[in-house]
């Protein structure tokens, strides 16, 4: 069975940055989708960021200029997050699909307080 393992969650100051990643269990990024994906209390689940198959990027408007997705063609993909402010709290979550059928890792907090 694939899974997907995030990390790099934690707590940072408003400003500060971050970088999370997803481990897949096999080298799927180099032919799947990726996403990243996040939750804060009360609201529903929201794309962040994405790149589709032929490598399209896409940011949500919230994130643009401040986040960057990119992923390793192998097993890797990651969030590199910059000047990161006290609404970008959430559980953060990577997915992928993989034969029909969407691949969500267990999330990493990402807390942005001073």
């Known amino acids: 069975q694939v899974q997907l393992v995030e990390s790099g969650g934690g707590l940072v100051q408003p400003g500060g940055s971050l970088r999370l990643s997803c481990v897949a269990s096999?080298?799927?990024?180099?032919?799947?989708?990726v996403g990243w994906y996040r939750q804060a209390p009360g609201k529903e689940r929201e794309l962040v960021a994405s790149?589709?198959?032929?490598?399209?990027i896409n940011y949500a408007d919230s994130v643009k200029d401040r986040f960057t997705i990119s992923r390793d063609m192998k097993n890797a993909a990651y969030l590199r997050m910059n000047n990161l402010k006290p609404e970008d709290t959430a559980v953060y979550y990577c997915?992928?699909?993989?034969?029909?059928?969407?691949?969500w890792g267990q999330g990493t907090q990402v807390t942005v307080s001073s």
């Open positions: 997915k992928t699909f993989y034969r029909s059928r969407d691949l």
């Open positions: 096999i080298n799927i990024f180099s032919f799947a989708a």
């Open positions: 790149i589709a198959v032929g490598g399209i």
